[in-house]
């Protein structure tokens, strides 16, 4: 999707959101959710969300786990950041994580509905249209950096780089 330029200058691009989302993978499933509300409602992600201020991108995908999913995740490891330029929506950084393990039990709250997979069978038709992109390297245990461009839900442009140094 990155056959035309970008309309963005990613030089001089600057999140107005920092956010984050994580990614648990054992045992040949990845544990996603069922977005109930906000942006993404109906949508099939993995947990995370706004990181509040004085907050680090690890506390806040730790905390935000523990909101949507009632599960706290061991040891976490960034794996991607993810810039989005959303058009009507402010933009958006990402820090991706993942993780191979989690204390407690998934369960649903009034934000998700857990939701476990094979990591051959991701539901990417119920997923943001980047999501193919960039998942299957998390999936991999590989480090990446995607930038796209959004027009309301709609993917416009796209740039995936794997294999990046953080």
Known sequence: MHSIPSAVDWTAWQPVI?????????????LLI?????????????????????????QAVIRETEEELR?????????????????EIPDILCHVYR????SGIPTETEEAV???CPVQSVPYQRMWDDDVQWLPL?????TFHGKFVFQDEALKWSHVEADVRW
Do not use: C
């Not at 998390?138 to 590989?142: F, G, K, Q, T, Y």
């Open 18 to 30: 920092r956010a984050t989302l994580m990614f648990i993978v054992r045992d040949g499933q990845v």
């Open 34 to 58: 069922e977005k109930k509300r906000g942006l993404g409602a109906g949508k099939i992600n993995g947990p995370g969300g706004k990181i509040d201020p004085g907050e680090t991108p690890l």
């Open 71 to 87: 599960i706290t995740p061991h040891h976490p490891r960034k794996l991607g950041e993810l810039w989005f330029s959303m058009g």
């Open 99 to 102: 993780s191979g393990d989690f």
């Open 114 to 116: 857990p939701v476990w």
């Open 138 to 142: 998390l999936l991999e245990d590989r």
